[in-house]
Nanobody, 127 residues
Framework: QVQLVESGGGLVQAGGSLRLSCATSGRTDSRNAMGWFRQAPGKEREFVSA????????LYAGSVKGRFTISRDNAKNTVYLQMNSLKPEDTAVYYCAVAKSVSLSGGSWFKQNYNYWGQGTQVTVSS
């Protein structure tokens, strides 16, 4: 079993930055990929970014590419999401998750391919 706890969310003005953290505990020997998703009110949970265990491969949704950066520190069992140039449309609850696979693929975009989730952290971007 793996537990994930997100932190770092908050209220920020458009154009600002936030860094989200996802601390994992429990079965931390897993070398599976990890991802970030987000869910805005009334919308489906959508893929944001994913990263392999060694950080060698990353994926980004088109809407965040060039603005967000995913990274991980395996010594701290933590995955990060640096979010720059934030826009009001980035407002959502952000969730981290452990993928079922080690590598990234087209399946990394879909939430059913992740089997452990955190409780989420709210990000609100004001205009």
């Amino acid at each position: 079993q793996v537990q994930l706890v997100e932190s770092g969310g908050g209220l920020v003005q458009a154009g600002g930055s936030l860094r989200l953290s996802c601390a994992t505990s429990g079965r931390t020997d897993s070398r599976n990929a990890m991802g970030w998703f987000r869910q805005a009110p009334g919308k489906e949970r959508e893929f944001v970014s994913a990263i392999t265990w060694n950080g060698g491969s990353t994926l980004y949704a088109g809407s965040v590419k060039g603005r967000f950066t995913i990274s991980r520190d395996n010594a701290k069992n933590t995955v990060y999401l640096q979010m720059n140039s934030l826009k009001p449309e980035d407002t959502a609850v952000y969730y981290c998750a452990v993928a079922k696979s080690v590598s990234l693929s087209g399946g990394s975009w879909f939430k059913q391919n992740y089997n452990y989730w955190g409780q989420g952290t709210q990000v609100t971007v004001s205009s």
